[in-house]
């Protein structure tokens, strides 16, 4: 049994309602695919220092990852994104290693979810 705690069962539930597991995976597919693209893009306006491109790429990134369920890295990107909080100086880079750290499980578990389901 795959690893649901980091993944958004109630929409991915009702997607596989809608559109079925296998059309979900297209997308999923398609999400694992460019994922090290929008990691790539956080990375360089970290390594910049340029606030305007993390939030700007977290925000592309965010909205990726919940149309395809990824709940842990929606959720760290929407901290991200969010560079008027006050915790965001101190703890920025902290939740970009976190996406780092986390997005290729996630993925890997959301497909484990989806096979199950088709």
Not at 32 to 53: F, H, S, T, W
Request: negative net charge; contains cysteine.
């Amino acid at each position: 049994m795959p690893d649901s705690a980091h993944l958004d069962v109630l929409t991915l539930d009702q997607y596989i309602a809608a559109i079925g597991a296998q059309t979900l995976m297209k997308s999923v597919v398609l999400f694992e695919q460019m994922a090290p693209d929008y990691v790539a893009a956080v990375a360089k306006g970290m390594a910049a220092g340029d606030k305007a491109v993390i939030t700007s790429e977290a925000h592309k990134l965010k909205g990726a990852a919940g149309s395809v369920g990824l709940k842990r890295i929606q959720e760290l990107s929407q901290k991200l994104q969010c560079g008027d909080e006050p915790q965001w100086p101190a703890e920025h880079a902290q939740w970009f290693a976190q996406i780092e750290q986390h997005m290729m499980a996630d993925v890997e578990s959301l497909k484990a979810y989806l096979n199950e389901r088709s």
